[in-house]
């Protein structure tokens, strides 16, 4: 499985911007995928969770009802929403897989997923 991040860019405090994650080797609706993402200075983080075969979603406290994770199984891609962006948002964003989905204690671990994406960056300011 091969994945494929891209989307980000340079968005003002409260705007929106969609990352989307090309996947191949696999399709989508049989992959658990997760976007990540990783500020500077400080350690990767869980962002959101879908699993596969229609299985649960999950997100981060920080952006629940900003963020929505979403996969098009025709086109094979994933995509992160995200909405209402702050600087704290600021980061550079991946996507990540794994075959099997995880429970919830689980899903933001990123020793959990076999395969990575390379980041996009991310940056919220005015």
């Known amino acids: 499985v091969q994945l494929q991040a891209s989307g980000g860019g340079l968005v003002q405090p409260g705007g929106s911007l969609r990352l989307s994650c090309a996947a191949s080797?696999?399709?989508?609706?049989?992959?658990?995928v997760a976007w990540f993402r990783q500020a500077p200075g400080k350690e990767r983080e869980g962002i959101s969770y879908k699993g596969s075969r229609g299985g649960n979603t999950y997100y981060r406290q920080a952006v629940k009802g900003r963020f929505t994770i979403s996969k098009d199984n025709a086109k094979n891609m994933v995509y992160l929403q995200m909405n209402s962006l702050t600087s704290e948002d600021t980061a550079v964003y991946y996507c990540a897989a794994r075959r099997n989905n995880l429970v919830a204690s689980a899903w933001d671990d990123s020793r959990q997923y076999g395969y990575w994406g390379q980041g996009t960056l991310v940056t919220v300011s005015s």
């Open positions: 080797g696999e399709n989508v609706h049989y992959l658990t």
